[in-house]
């Protein structure tokens, strides 16, 4: 008997820890920073992407893209978060950020400075050499 609300109490415990590396508070819809784009954030399973959902009216496409198959692609529907892991601290790590104005995919984190504005830093090998955008919560 004491093994068994052993267990239960160790498979409690992983539970709660595994639910507290979840946090949906970024998950929405964003506008870039100079105002172009509308980007969805969602959770799949226990990471974070997100997708280009609107922009300037015109259709775009991925023009920039390094695959040149995929440069006829539209930029709707484009996921240009992946992989980001909430990493208990009001920051969301571990993931890429594409920028389809220049075909680049850079290291990034994520981090809400408060409900309505989300802080994304770009940037290769360290997270010193990048550069800051500031999105702003739509909905």
């Known amino acids: 008997m004491k093994k068994i609300l052993l267990l239960i109490l160790v498979c409690l415990t992983i539970d709660i820890n595994a639910q ?58 484009l996921i240009i978060l992946k992989e980001f892991k909430f990493d208990g601290e009001n920051q969301w790590k571990g993931g890429m950020v594409y920028d389809p104005n220049n075909g680049k995919t850079y290291n990034c984190i994520l981090s809400l400075t408060d409900k309505k504005t989300l802080k994304l830093r770009g940037y290769i090998g360290f997270s010193w050499l990048g550069r800051t955008e500031i999105w702003t919560r739509i909905n």
């Open 20 to 77: 507290s590396l979840i946090d949906d508070t970024i998950t929405g819809t964003w506008l870039t920073a100079d105002q172009s784009g509308q980007i969805v954030i969602y959770r799949r399973g226990n990471k974070y992407y997100g997708s280009i959902k609107g922009g300037t009216g015109k259709e775009q496409y991925d023009i920039n893209n390094p695959e040149p198959i995929r440069r006829k692609n539209s930029l709707i529907g």
